[in-house]
């Protein structure tokens, strides 16, 4: 495989999990993360948010185990036909969606993710306190 990627289409994409217990029913996390997808001859490619177009090349960049007939919900741009497969596990786990980045959209799932956060350690740390109590008070008002 060629290590220079820098020449691929690099689409920004947004990628939103929700985090459950094995077993249970109830949510205890949210997963968001931002990053680039591409599409190779072998595969989509995936890299890091704040990995510089100029700089990526593999490893740095890495194959996600993903063909886009089947895993990408949206266009990726068809540059070449599909070379042969190759066995990788995905990096990016079953569940996850997939969307076109859209950067509101990212900031109000950051702040989700960050206000569960927040009072699931103010749980973990001090249940009955009156400040938890009146924070779970607001949430579920």
């Known amino acids: 495989m060629n290590h220079d990627c820098t020449w691929l289409d690099w689409k920004p994409i947004l990628l939103v999990k929700v985090m459950r217990l094995p077993f249970g029913e109830t949510n ?7 990053l680039y997808l591409a599409q ?5 490619l995936r890299a890091d948010w704040t990995l510089p177009a100029d700089e990526r090349f593999l490893p740095l960049v890495q194959l996600t185990g993903w063909k886009p007939e089947r895993d990408i919900p949206f266009d990726l741009p068809i ?5 042969r497969d190759e066995r990788t596990v995905s ?6 969606w997939v969307l076109p980045y859209d950067n509101e959209q990212y900031h109000l799932y950051e702040r989700v993710w960050m206000t569960i956060h927040t009072m699931l350690a103010r749980v ?10 009146r924070m779970l008070t607001r949430w579920t008002a």
Do not use: F
């Open 91 to 96: 990096l990016i786990p079953s569940g996850t």
């Open 124 to 133: 973990e740390t001090a249940p009955t306190d009156p400040k938890t109590l």
């Open 28 to 34: 205890t996390g949210l997963s968001v993360k931002r």
């Open 40 to 44: 190779h001859p072998n595969g989509i």
């Open 79 to 83: 540059q070449y036909r599909r070379g």
